[in-house]
């Protein structure tokens, strides 16, 4: 587990330096990801300790978020004063964004398996 | 009593206090949430930060005090989000497979969630501060609380933004996507991560293992378009905090 953990964050800091040195606007775990998805790709396997680390972590992902989410409280006035605004943007953005994500996605992979029927 | 308020006083301010509160108050959240037999609206995330977030302003504890112990969980966000290489690693063939449609509802997801919430929160006279805070909600925070500083929002925020965003979708998306009669478990993992990241793919995890994968691979994907749609967008609109 210690090594799979080493494993992570190693690639954490890989992608956090590469971005510092490219440039690249995206964020350094988000790079870290895409390195490992490749190394993985590259080795050809997945380590059994990698795995349960990362599922252990992963089944916990929501723990996560709530020292961020507990910033709140700090907020107090702003949200009094631009409640309406925060509230019904976060509601309906959100709803509109899975329904269009979903509504999209599952129309190109019907038609994609139309086309492929046709052919 | 002296003595009580003593132990208080030193334990205010050490990290251990609000790291171990932290826990146990994920813990109530899950114990609820099972309880209530794993309906959406007991959501864990939320149910700790109603929890704790009164606690913080009963015991007048600033939140920067908080964060000193629990920044260690915060922390474990990294190493999660390079985990999600894992499910990615493991789904990769059924991945390959729906590259078209992947790259159709990531781009089309991506774009309402920066568009509409803008757009919303301007027609209901919210500030421009709100707006571009706004702007980064559908994507993980540590990614979400960058691209906030970088567009003049407020990240800390932005961050609370990101994970009422992220529980709202974990606590609808299940119903609306059952409404819409989308049964793909790919489809549903995908959209619920592109809108909802983290908090949505715990949920999408609860669904199956596949509909999790696809979720984890919305939200790296989306962090990716997201970085580098919504400076375009605040350019286009001519935003300024």
């Known amino acids: 587990m210690i090594g799979a953990m080493a494993v992570l964050l190693a690639f954490q800091l890989i992608g956090e330096v590469v971005v510092q040195l490219s440039g690249i606007p995206a964020p350094g775990p988000v790079v870290g990801m895409v390195l490992l998805f490749l190394a993985l790709q590259g080795y050809g396997a997945l380590p059994d300790t990698l795995r349960t680390t990362a599922e252990t972590l992963l089944s916990h992902l929501s723990l996560l978020f709530i020292p961020a989410g507990v910033g709140i409280i700090q907020y107090g006035t702003l949200l009094a004063e631009e409640w309406l605004a925060l509230t019904v943007a976060l509601l309906v953005s ?17 038609r994609s398996s139309e086309k492929r029927r046709d052919e | 009593m002296n003595k009580l308020t003593d132990i208080w006083v030193y334990l205010a301010t050490s990290p251990l206090l609000w790291l171990t509160i932290t826990l146990l108050a994920y813990r109530v959240g899950q114990g609820l949430f099972k309880k209530s037999g794993g309906r959406a609206l007991f959501n864990p995330v939320a149910l700790a930060i109603a929890l704790l977030a009164p606690l913080l302003l009963v015991t007048n504890t600033p939140y920067s005090t908080y964060f000193s112990g629990a920044q260690f969980i915060h922390f474990l966000l990294g190493p999660a ?3 999600l290489a894992i499910p990615l690693y493991l789904h990769w063939a059924r991945v390959r497979k729906l590259f078209l449609p992947i790259v159709a509802g990531l781009v089309s997801g991506s774009l309402t969630a920066i568009l509409s919430a803008m757009g919303i929160a301007w027609l209901l006279g919210g500030s421009s501060r709100i707006l571009l805070s706004l702007a980064p909600k559908s994507v993980t925070t540590p990614v979400a609380m960058g691209i906030a500083e970088k567009i003049g929002g407020l990240a800390p925020l932005t961050a609370v933004m990101v994970i009422l965003t992220g529980v709202t979708g974990a606590v609808a998306a299940p119903s609306l996507l059952q409404w819409l009669r989308i049964r793909d478990d790919a489809v549903i993992g995908f959209a619920i991560g592109v809108a909802a990241h983290g908090i949505g793919t715990a949920r999408a995890f609860q669904i199956s293992i596949l509909a999790g994968a696809f979720s984890g691979l919305a939200i ?4 990716l378009l997201t970085t580098l749609l919504a400076p375009l967008v605040v350019r286009l609109l001519h935003l300024t905090p």
Do not use: D, E, H, K
């Not at chain 1, 709803?95 to 996605?105: E, K």
């Not at chain 2, 790296?220 to 962090?223: E, F, I, S, V």
């Open chain 1, 94 to 110: 959100t709803l509109l964004s899975i329904t269009v994500a979903a509504l999209v996605m599952q129309a190109v992979i019907r």
């Open chain 2, 220 to 223: 790296g994907l989306n962090a």
């Open chain 2, 81 to 83: 989000t390079v985990a």
